[in-house]
């Protein structure tokens, strides 16, 4: 156990990483023409232009008139081989050659309504690593031809990262203890609440009341302030709100009801936001006043146990009964607000692994699809598109959506290791090793 440890540990992300738009030269091989099985023909190294504007439209590349957007795999040979050995082989070449790599990943690149869009092999690496692009790429080829896979094409971006410090984020979701256990626990990631730098990655359980308990705020900072800020905003825009449905009321008679119960509800919530907000200033300004309960279990970060080649990264809260009263929780939920006049979307099922993998579903270019949501601490309510394989890689919904996540967004489900790919943790193997 690490002496480094904080007493009263925030909802942090530590190790995202954010691309820099000062070092946007990429290495790529764009072609898949071969000589023979195992001699690619030579490819050209691309002009500085196309280095810096070959991803113009991805979240993580400037403007340019050439829009290109992400998309899932869909029905293809190689996402059933890389859910096989070749991901794993790939690292292992990848390593043997020396290659700085950051993440693999297989998805499609194409201009908004182009289809089909061409599979693409993504293999990023670290900027100023890799002085034989071409090289590499070929070799990612003649590995891809040994598993019958020859309309592939390999790109090699490189984005450059700096660390940030850390940073409050989301957490995951709450399991009741069930019957009569009213123990209330909230999943999250390993990562949020002992940052390996910090905690040289150690296997940690708290296993009697005498043993020190690391804490987790409920609210970092910056989220309590902006909590705040909301509540002053509906307090200040109340009155606006009143005099509206007063001015709609001598309205056309089919409108008068629907005006007079919205002003009922401005006149009711004045009262109401002016307390909640008295309420939050006296008892919970300080760090300690919101310490939502501690860390009970949390296995060091790495590979999974369960053989299901998941990265392993999770941990669970105990929550103080005196914060939050399982009996009063409605379970878990998804704040719709913004959206839909339904406000809660109620979590109370899981998607079988078959159908994460295989969707019935089809967008509309007719390629298999799912559609998940989010609401993070950051990013708020956003909608991506997983490209269906083991460990989820979630691409942005389009070329105009933005990136799935943002920093401060992490939680149990959500790793945020790109700006344009989020990866998502499948329920199925986190139960597994919990």
């Not at 359980?205 to 705040?228: E, M, T």
């Not at 406000?343 to 559609?371: G, Q, V, W, Y």
Request: charge should be negative; proline fraction near 7%; include cysteine.
């Amino acid at each position: 156990m690490s002496d480094r440890r904080s007493d009263i540990l925030s909802v942090f992300l530590e190790d995202l990483v954010l691309p820099s738009f000062q070092c946007l030269r990429t290495l790529l091989s764009v072609t898949t023409t071969f000589l023979g099985p195992s001699s690619p023909a030579t490819v050209p190294a691309p002009s500085d232009e196309e280095a810096i504007f070959y991803y113009a439209g991805l979240p993580f590349r400037p403007a340019y008139p050439k829009i290109r957007e992400l998309r899932a795999v869909g029905n293809h040979a190689l996402k059933e081989a890389w859910d096989g050995n070749l991901a794993l082989k790939l690292h292992a070449l990848l390593d043997s050659m020396q290659v700085e790599w950051i993440s693999t990943d297989v998805v499609r690149i194409a201009s908004p309504g182009e289809s089909p869009a061409p599979v693409i092999l993504w293999v990023d690496v670290i900027p100023a690593s890799l002085s034989g692009g071409v090289v590499v790429a070929s070799k990612c080829q003649e590995l891809l031809v040994e598993y019958g896979i020859a309309d592939v094409e390999v790109e090699i971006p490189t984005n450059s990262y700096h660390r940030l410090p850390w940073a409050e984020s989301t957490g995951g979701f709450f399991i009741g203890g069930g019957g009569s256990n009213k123990r209330l626990l909230l999943d999250t990631a390993c990562h949020v609440v002992f940052p390996p730098d910090e905690n040289e990655n150690k296997h940690f359980k708290h296993k009697n009341d005498s043993q020190h308990r690391f804490k987790v705020v409920f609210f970092g900072d910056a989220a309590f302030n902006k909590c705040l800020e909301s509540i002053k905003a509906k307090i200040k825009g109340n009155p606006i709100v009143t005099q509206y449905h007063e001015e709609r009321r001598p309205g056309v008679e089919s409108g008068r009801e629907v005006a007079q119960l919205g002003l009922n509800l401005a006149r009711k919530a004045l009262p109401v936001l002016n307390a909640f907000y008295r309420d939050v200033l006296t008892h919970w300004t300080t760090p300690e006043n919101r310490v939502l309960g501690h860390v009970i279990l949390s296995p060091p970060i790495g590979a999974g146990s369960s053989g299901d080649d998941c990265a392993e990264d999770w941990a669970v809260i105990k929550i103080d009964a005196s914060k939050l009263d399982a009996s009063n929780l409605g379970g878990n939920a998804i704040d719709l607000t913004s959206i839909s006049p339904e406000k809660f979307l109620s979590l109370k099922d899981t998607i079988p692994d078959e159908e994460m993998r295989h969707p019935t579903a089809l967008d509309r270019n007719d390629d298999p699809c799912l559609m998940v949501i989010e609401r993070g601490n950051t990013s708020g309510l956003t909608i991506g598109r997983p490209n269906t394989s083991k460990e989820w890689a979630i691409l942005p919904r389009d070329y105009k959506s933005g990136a799935f996540s943002d920093k401060g967004d992490s939680a149990v489900l959500l790793q945020v290791r790109r700006l344009d790919i989020t990866y998502a943790m499948p329920i199925s193997f986190l139960l597994k090793c919990v």
